[in-house]
């Protein structure tokens, strides 16, 4: 009997664990492009039009990147910690903070809650002889959001009466310095 070339036995090895590897690559190169989704142009550019309607609204990118549920508790535990702070001290920096606070979280509420629909209405308007104006539907989208608004609102009505009250006395002062 002869013996096992030891040469040929290592190379025979050393094949086998390359075509190893490079299934394993294969496998790993498929998993990764199923997952990938391929987004198209109009979708990019929709999102980039979200981000930047948000981010005029002052709502933060980082906030704008999360998912709808993680966004709407991030902006709500920021609400509920600068209305604490309003609470606590009384001071021109904690009064802006708790008003930015309460525009982010209403501009996200409006933009992804409510959505507008316009039917435009057949015929001419008697008395003023132009087209009809279109009706106007505002749906709610998310009653769950839309419940964690109005929750909201309850919980903070004395704080937004008070932010009520100051902006009325900011208004008062401009119109007395522009008169």
Do not use: W
């Not at 070339?5 to 492009?33: C, G, I, P, R």
């Not at 981000?51 to 980082?62: F, Q, T």
């Amino acid at each position: 009997m002869s013996g096992v070339d030891s040469v040929n036995a290592s190379l025979y090895l050393a094949a086998t664990a390359n075509a190893a590897q490079e299934a394993a690559k294969e496998t790993q190169k498929k998993k990764q492009s199923a997952t990938v989704k391929r987004r198209s142009f109009a979708d990019v550019v929709r999102q980039n039009k979200d981000a930047e309607e948000l981010a005029a609204a002052g709502i933060p990118p980082e906030v704008a990147a999360l998912p709808k549920e993680e966004a709407v508790a991030l902006l709500k535990d920021a609400l509920d910690a600068a209305g604490d702070r309003l609470t606590v001290e009384m001071s021109a920096d904690a009064f802006s903070n708790y008003r930015t606070a309460v525009h982010r979280f209403t501009k996200y509420i409006v933009k992804y809650n409510f959505t507008i629909e316009k039917f435009n209405r057949a015929g001419i308007n008697r008395r003023t002889g132009k087209k009809r104006d279109p009706l106007v539907q505002v749906r709610v989208i998310d009653h769950k959001l839309d419940q964690l608004a109005s929750d909201m609102v309850r919980n903070h009505m004395g704080k937004l009466q008070l932010l009520a009250r100051v902006q009325e006395i900011q208004g008062l002062l401009v119109d007395l310095l522009a008169a």
